[in-house]
């Protein structure tokens, strides 16, 4: 500041300066990511949790860091060194000062995958405290997909069927999810398999018989009347 005037004749001290410190704040980000795909069923699939400093001044007291995992996935473990983490609540803190343009250690979220879990989900990442003044970069979002697994089950239309003694044919209708494929065998001599599932049962000459084939991977029963008596 400088003054002036009032017809004064010594100017050398008419200056003050004020030298004045402006605090600089930091700026905490966070940013999730993960390897590869994750797929139903996994076990010990693992977020990366990373927490940044691009403000500039460093960090003071607490940061903590919570993730948001979606439904279908389980947290079996959290942790990272330097950081105090509660599986519970998915939450991580620490208190040492983190510098501009330097990063926290990552924190690594282990989880599993449900098997019913969905081709796509979203896991989210809030960071907060450290003194920072910007919370507009706080959150991060990852998102993370997952391979379908195909669960093959079958089921047949009659687990026991009856022939004449003439015999006859008859195709067994299997019920089974796209994409799994089956076989069908058969070791009664009486009984001949043609793709995919039709059966023809030969003539009967003697007593009443019955046996098994598989079809799918179910047993079914075939019996057949006796020859009629001469």
Do not use: K
């Not at 410190?21 to 795909?37: E, N, P, R, W």
């Amino acid at each position: 500041a400088t003054v002036s005037g009032g017809r004064e004749i010594d100017t050398a001290n008419d200056t003050a300066s004020d030298p004045t410190s402006i605090t600089q704040h930091s700026d905490l980000t966070v940013a999730g990511m993960h390897s590869g795909s994750f797929a139903q069923s996994q076990a010990g699939a693992v977020y990366a949790i990373t927490v940044s400093n691009p403000g500039p001044g460093s960090t003071t007291g607490m940061v903590t860091v919570i993730d948001t995992l979606p439904a279908r996935l389980t947290a079996t473990a959290m942790n990272g060194t330097g950081w105090t983490c509660t599986l519970s609540t998915l939450t991580c803190t620490r208190t040492d000062a983190l510098a501009t343009g330097a990063n926290y250690p990552a924190i690594a979220l282990t989880v599993n995958v449900a098997a019913d879990a969905p081709a796509s989900v979203i896991n989210t990442a809030t960071v907060s405290g450290g003194g920072e003044t910007n919370t507009a970069n706080d959150t991060a979002s990852d998102v993370t997909a997952i391979a379908q697994v195909l669960v093959c089950t079958w089921s047949v239309s009659s687990a026991l069927e009856t022939f004449p003694a003439a015999g006859a044919t008859w195709t067994v209708a299997v019920t089974a999810p796209a994409g799994c494929s089956w076989t069908a065998s058969s070791t009664l001599e009486w009984v001949t398999l043609t793709a995919p599932a039709s059966l023809t049962v030969a003539p009967n000459t003697g007593g009443a018989r019955s046996g098994t084939v598989t079809v799918a991977g179910v047993s079914v029963t075939i019996q057949q009347a006796a020859a009629s008596a001469p």
